[in-house]
């Protein structure tokens, strides 16, 4: 099945920096990746996702890129503040007779110091 | 509109005991999952289902159960609960896979 790998585990940054979360994964025919947002206490959030058939997509201050070659996406935030800080976790769909299974990452800890 | 909605949001059970955690969501989806989240382990699938009827399973469905009789539920059981079985469960819905899915608030389920 599908095997979705997360880095960093932690993340920390100061506020006003920019914050790269990377992930990688296994099944080539993958074809959406979602990121969802999870504060402490609270349930995941989606923020934002793309599907295969792009390379990047924006919104507003968050970012996420995807090289299909490699098998690798990533979650970028730019100019951060405090209350981006969460858990963000990357999922990735299977394919085939696992396409309905979204495969989620570890999650990063991610803490934007004032 | 309600979304997901999850209960209890906090169950203890002893080993063995039996208990059915419910998902009801009121906005015609037609793929429902249910999740278990543990430290340092991200969100597992443990069933999911794309309609009435019809349900599978996800990546760690040993000691779960589920059905699908309407699109509105869809309730997980503990047959015979396990200290491994403790942790948080969401439950999540979507329009299908391939979109964004809404999560349920959560339940703290502890087996002692």
């Known amino acids: 099945g599908e095997n979705v790998e997360q880095h960093p585990s932690t993340l920390s940054v100061q506020e006003g920096d920019s914050a790269v979360i990377k992930c990688t994964y296994s099944d080539s025919a993958s074809n959406y990746f979602p990121w969802y947002k999870q504060e402490l206490g609270k349930r995941p959030q989606l923020i934002i996702d793309?599907?295969?058939?792009?390379g990047e997509k924006k919104d507003q201050r968050i970012a996420v890129t995807l090289n299909k070659t490699a098998k690798h996406f990533s979650l970028h935030i730019t100019e951060t503040q405090p209350e981006d800080s969460a858990v963000y976790f990357c999922a990735a769909t299977g394919s085939g007779g696992s396409n309905y299974k979204l495969t989620f990452g570890k999650g990063t800890l991610l803490t934007v110091n004032p | 509109n309600a979304g997901v909605t999850q209960t209890p949001k906090f169950q203890v059970l002893k080993t063995g005991q039996s208990m059915t955690l419910q998902c009801a969501q009121d906005?015609?989806?037609?793929?429902m999952s249910w999740y278990r989240q543990d430290p340092g382990m991200g969100l597992r699938l443990i069933h999911y289902?794309?309609?009435?009827?019809?349900?599978d399973q996800g990546e760690v469905p040993n000691g779960y159960n589920v059905s699908r009789s309407t699109t509105e539920d869809f309730p997980l059981r503990l047959l015979s609960a396990a200290p491994s079985q403790t942790s948080v469960y969401f439950c999540?819905?979507?329009?299908?896979?391939?979109?964004?899915?809404?999560f349920g608030s959560g339940t703290q389920l502890s087996v002692l």
């Open positions: 793309i599907r295969s058939n792009v």
């Open positions: 999540a819905s979507g329009g299908s896979l391939n979109e964004k899915l809404f």
């Open positions: 289902s794309v309609g009435a009827g019809i349900t």
């Open positions: 906005m015609n989806h037609e793929y």
